[in-house]
């Protein structure tokens, strides 16, 4: 018989997902104390990617058409694979000095990750409540 286990990968993953948008902001945070500085391109780290590979199942093999009759990946109007992000989010514009960091849209995105870092927090309150609960018996 296999040991009892109290958390299951809710955890793991809730924990990776807090440091990788904790990296986020740090990423975030550079490319604002750089918005002057010529030359300067922002990087980016992908997130959603990662965390698509820690919560799919080891042994799911990526989905292909290799017959006539497979539905198709759902396409944007131009072609562009929508579940690709072809929704036009990476414009770039390059400033006269080459600094590329655009600054409306960084802050939306550190927002945006800040929000989602909060809920990734509530998450593991609520989970930790939940043993308390199961703990103290329900009372």
Do not use: C, W
């Amino acid at each position: 018989m296999s040991g009892i286990k109290l958390f299951d990968n809710t955890l793991t993953l809730v924990s990776r997902a807090m440091h990788m948008r904790s990296q986020q902001h740090n990423r975030m945070v550079s490319d604002l104390v750089n918005v002057d500085t010529p030359n300067y391109q922002p990087f980016d780290v992908v997130i959603d990617e990662e965390l698509a590979k820690l919560s799919a199942p080891m042994d799911a093999a990526p989905l292909r058409v290799t017959q006539p009759g497979h539905i198709r990946p759902a396409m944007a109007d131009d072609g562009t694979d929508i579940a690709a992000g072809g929704d036009g989010d990476a414009v770039i514009t390059r400033r006269a000095d080459g600094n590329t960091v655009d600054l409306e849209r960084t802050m939306a995105a550190m927002n945006e990750n800040q929000i989602m870092y909060n809920t990734l927090a509530q998450i593991t309150g609520r989970k930790f409540r939940g043993l308390k609960n199961a703990i103290r018996g329900g009372r």
